[in-house]
């Protein structure tokens, strides 16, 4: 039935539905779905309208449907998705805009609210304007970037055109994610190597923040580092065959840095491989609100939560200017394996997360050691200063490199075990009074 004196418990519904994908609100049946009907259809429907506008800021797009079922009035109210974000409940000296959560209307967050205010205002957080001066800032990674990948010399003209900085020469928040020193703390990246198909031992791990044409450099570094090297057999030698498509995993990780809500200033981007597969994770779920994992992927249109940061990218060939990154990604990974439906891409979203899932090549019963081939390992920032203080002294401690390097033991020891293990380091005699002996073939 409708509350007339509770319009609360039935209107924070209309806002949220207004501030999400829309929805409907049926009355005349209850909880457990058993049709009851409404004596009034009429004076609901006025009832209602009434409500609404003294009730909501601004005024949803609403339709109420009435239908007759079973010989009983049944009165649809229907919430259309709203363009002018955010729709307020106003009352009881209150303003709250709610969102869905499952099966609950819910007070927004402060993260939402901010979602909310720039899709009203038809604004995207890469747009927006920063309190940074574009002086004080350098793009070297960005210039070079652009020339090594589009074979054209860059101009300082681009920054403007690409919305990176403003006309009063102010970084945009995507000119900030492209600034060599950037200065937004919530562009990091987190990579783990598990020990294992789930979370327990790290063998290896990494942290990274600031510009994210850095982040997606030390993505594929850490990728190439920590997965396996196989081949193929070939009536005049082999072919190598890693265990991941590395344009596949590439066109994850663009995905993910482009898509990712960075208006959650605690996330990050996390890189987590397993012994079986890999898999990216990203705040914000599609930003249409939609779960990937009800649609079909080849009907997935690309909708950009950060065209300015899309755009750019694209400019520099890193992903498809056209259609989505998700169905190169599937063909990328199934081509590597000869298209194992068994090996596809698992894509998983809620809304406030999107994952990846990339599962490792099938083809790989000639596998060599941890890292195949030592000539591509890349070290992490981290572990460069390892081998550069053991350079300095050989008789150095794990113990005083976690000190140095304000690291935790635990994170040196795996860390020189990798090393180890991939034969970038050696330990010559015993542990108390052996050294360290850096393998300069290998680097």
């Known amino acids: 039935m409708l509350e007339e004196k509770k319009p609360k418990s039935w209107l924070k519904s209309v806002s949220a539905f207004a501030n999400g994908l829309g929805g409907s609100l049926f009355f005349g049946i209850d909880n457990e779905g058993i049709l009851k009907g409404l004596d009034n259809v009429?004076?609901?429907?006025?009832?209602?309208?009434?409500?609404?506008?003294?009730?909501?800021?601004?005024?949803?797009?609403?339709?109420m449907i009435p239908h007759r079922i079973d010989n009983l009035d049944i009165l649809q109210l229907k919430i259309n998705t709203g363009n002018y974000t955010p729709y307020y409940y106003?009352?009881?000296?209150?303003?709250?805009?709610?969102?869905?959560?499952?099966?609950?209307?819910?007070?927004?967050?402060?993260?939402?609210m901010l979602r909310l205010v720039l899709k009203g205002s038809n604004?995207?957080?890469?747009?927006?304007h920063t309190d940074y001066k574009a002086e004080d800032y350098a793009f070297t990674i960005l210039a070079n970037t652009f020339k090594t990948r589009t074979n054209q010399e860059w101009n300082k003209k681009y920054l403007l055109s690409f919305g990176l900085v403003t006309n009063t020469g102010i970084l945009t928040h995507a000119g900030a994610l492209f600034a060599d020193d950037c200065p937004l703390w919530q562009s990091r990246l987190y990579c783990t190597r598990w020990d294992g198909k789930t979370k327990g031992d790290?063998?290896?791990?990494?942290?990274?923040?600031?510009?994210?044409?850095?982040?997606?450099?030390?993505?594929?570094?850490?990728?190439?580092?920590?997965?396996?090297?196989?081949w193929e057999k070939l009536p005049n030698g082999r072919k190598n065959k890693p265990e991941y498509a590395e344009r596949a995993v590439l066109e994850a990780m663009v995905n993910h840095f482009i898509h990712r809500d960075y208006t959650v200033m605690g996330g990050e981007v996390h890189l987590d491989i397993y012994?079986?597969?890999?898999?990216?994770?990203?705040?914000?779920?599609?930003?249409?609100?939609?779960?990937?994992?009800?649609?079909?992927?080849?009907?997935?249109?690309?909708?950009?939560?950060?065209?300015?940061?899309?755009?750019?990218?694209?400019?520099?060939d890193y992903m498809e200017k056209r259609g989505?990154?998700?169905?190169?990604?599937?063909?990328?990974?199934?081509?590597?394996?000869?298209?194992?439906?068994?090996?596809?891409?698992?894509?998983?979203?809620?809304?406030?997360?999107?994952?990846?899932?990339?599962?490792?090549?099938?083809?790989?019963q000639n596998v060599g050691d941890f890292v195949g081939d030592m000539s591509e390992m890349k070290l992490t920032e981290r572990q460069q200063k390892i081998v550069n203080l053991i350079k300095e002294s050989a008789t150095i401690t794990a113990k005083q490199m976690?000190?140095?390097?304000?690291?935790?033991?635990?994170?040196?020891?795996?860390?020189?075990?990798?090393?180890?293990?991939?034969?970038?380091?050696?330990?010559?005699?015993?542990?108390?009074?052996?050294?360290?002996?850096?393998?300069?073939?290998?680097?």
């Open 90 to 112: 106003v009352g009881d000296g209150q303003r709250i805009a709610f969102v869905r959560v499952g099966e609950e209307s819910l007070p927004a967050t402060a993260e939402q």
């Open 42 to 63: 009429q004076y609901v429907c006025e009832t209602i309208s009434s409500k609404i506008r003294d009730y909501m800021d601004p005024l949803p797009d609403v339709e």
């Open 324 to 364: 989505s990154g998700l169905t190169r990604i599937c063909n990328e990974t199934q081509a590597l394996d000869g298209y194992k439906d068994e090996l596809k891409p698992v894509f998983k979203s809620t809304p406030t997360q999107f994952q990846t899932i990339i599962f490792a090549s099938s083809d790989n």
């Open 123 to 128: 604004k995207t957080y890469d747009s927006l």
């Open 402 to 443: 976690s000190e140095t390097l304000s690291v935790s033991p635990r994170t040196i020891e795996r860390d020189l075990s990798l090393m180890k293990k991939v034969g970038i380091l050696r330990r010559d005699g015993k542990d108390n009074d052996g050294v360290w002996v850096v393998i300069e073939s290998i680097l």
């Open 275 to 316: 012994d079986d597969r890999l898999a990216v994770t990203s705040p914000g779920g599609m930003y249409n609100g939609m779960l990937i994992q009800d649609l079909d992927i080849a009907d997935v249109s690309s909708e950009r939560r950060n065209p300015i940061l899309a755009n750019v990218m694209a400019q520099l």
């Open 202 to 230: 790290a063998i290896n791990d990494a942290e990274f923040t600031g510009n994210v044409l850095m982040l997606l450099r030390e993505a594929m570094n850490f990728v190439k580092s920590n997965t396996k090297k196989g």
